[in-house]
């Protein structure tokens, strides 16, 4: 390699980023990471995570600080930032839902097709008893779940294939994605309402959830699609 070509090749790479900006005082040092940290959120079309964050900020710059700082300057703005899906994201707050949709037709964060009551209903069960195949849930119901319905949820992203059961024919299983996370501002399905405490309230149960009674605001639709095929 010659020199000439060397030289083009290190200015093809990325310069390296000062993480620790020691130069800098410590209230400016502070700002600039606060700054990193919500342009790289800013920028980004998903939730971004604490491991890529941390990759702008110094080694010994507390993230969850940083985050608190900047939720506190956007308090006054009409967005905010979110804990969702495993990382954090800029969304609009809801009180403005209703300039949103008369602006362009959709509510804030809606950009896909609304689930019916039968679809949401068969979301929430792959979500409360996940991994779960589809043979199971035809067990749950009754009869066999809609194929078509499987492939709506896996259309939006919001269920993906999970591993091999453990039954005869090893099937597939069905599993929740970070998008469903994200859809309904969950960071974690351990933010799930706990089943067993909405049982004992008596607000929730298999034999409710049968009968296509859940818990509203899952689903947006109106329409009610079988839940199964004959």
């Known amino acids: 390699m ?15 980023l000062d993480t620790e900006l020691e130069h800098l005082p410590a209230e400016l040092r502070w700002r600039e990471w606060m700054g ?10 998903e939730p971004v995570p604490r491991e890529m964050l941390a990759r702008v900020v110094g080694k010994n710059c507390n993230l969850d600080l940083v985050i608190d700082d900047i939720r506190a300057e956007l ?3 009409p967005y905010e930032l979110v804990s969702v899906a495993g990382g954090w994201q800029h969304r609009t707050k809801k009180a403005f839902g209703d300039a949103i949709h008369a602006a362009f037709g959709t509510a ?15 979301l929430m069960c792959i979500a409360y008893f996940q991994p779960i195949a589809r043979g199971e849930l035809s067990s749950f119901f009754g009869k066999e779940v809609s194929r078509d319905l499987i492939g709506v949820l896996r259309a939006q992203e919001l269920i993906a294939s999970g591993p091999r059961s453990p039954q005869p024919g090893a099937p597939y299983t069905y599993v929740t994605t970070k998008t469903f996370l994200s859809q309904f501002g969950l960071d974690t399905l351990r933010q799930l309402p706990d089943f067993e405490a909405l ?3 008596g607000l929730l149960s298999k034999e409710k ?21 004959d």
């Not at 000439?4 to 200015?11: D, G, I, V």
Request: aromatic share 2%; charged share 30%.
């Open 2 to 16: 010659n020199e000439a070509f060397a030289r083009r090749k290190a200015n093809d790479q990325p310069a390296l």
């Open 36 to 45: 990193r940290v919500e342009a790289v959120i800013f920028a980004a079309s």
């Open 75 to 77: 308090a006054s703005r």
């Open 108 to 122: 804030a964060g809606e950009g896909t097709k609304d689930l019916t009551q039968s679809e949401a209903l068969v």
């Open 199 to 201: 049982e004992d309230a």
């Open 209 to 229: 959830m049968l009968a296509g009674d859940i818990p509203a605001g899952l689903a947006s639709g109106e329409g009610e699609d079988d839940v199964v095929e």
